[in-house]
């Protein structure tokens, strides 16, 4: 069901997939991988076609349609200083919109703070996770993404608020997804350990829609209002408060259909 030629033949790497661990099914991909880093070496991924206990931000649950979804993780020895981890999560949300661009969805955009959509629905998100080792820090990065799905294949609850490359008019394969957002990452995760968070904060928010919008966000200390101003160089959320404050939020969750219209 997984076609490892076509993967490889498509991968544009030097390390990220070149050892690649395929599982019919699994609990956690992001578990597997901090298995892999130990067992088989930084850059090693572990992809599989049914995740039992596949997980999002806080806790939830990421839902994957057997064979149909790409839950795919990778783990890396992190070069750079602890503190610029936060872009981490912008570099794999941004890799899995520009596979998402080169495999012929090209209206796909992001959420902040790891979602990536078509028209509001979602076709992928992120989930990156930071560890001490014995060899030192490193990150996980794991995302699921629709791809062969049909309307029908999704619950009835979620029909109106995801999509999928399918949907959306792409021939894209689980191979060819998952070879592109290897591709993708990996020059982005090498500008993070470089230190250039800049590039990839700026990257990240000309592909976001909701600059200048009224968003509600809730947050571990409670749910915040404001307009959408920017990022900050650490890809903290930086809303305009009625009162004119700014605040700036590192942890959270645009509450969805909150946008409101554009405000000055």
Known sequence: MFDVARFRARLGTRRLGQTLAVRPTTASTNDDAWDALATLGDGAAVLALEQTRGRGRAGRSWL??????????VALHLGCDLRQAGVIPLAAGLAALQA???????????????DVLVH?????????EVRRTPRGDAAVIGVGMNVLHGRDDFPAELRDAATSFALEGSDAGLAEVAAAFLTKLEPLWDETQEGDRAAIVAAWSAQATHWG???????????????AQRLDADGGLVLRLASGAETTILAGDVVPGEAGGVSS
Do not use: D, M, Y
């Open 64 to 73: 994957q349609v057997p064979g149909k979804g790409l839950a795919l993780s």
């Open 120 to 128: 509001e629905k979602k076709l992928a998100g992120v989930l990156c």
């Open 213 to 227: 919008a009224w968003l509600r966000v809730r947050t571990p200390a409670g749910e915040v209002e404001g307009v």
């Open 100 to 114: 998402a661009h080169a495999l012929g969805v090209g209206t796909a955009r992001l959420k902040w703070p790891n």
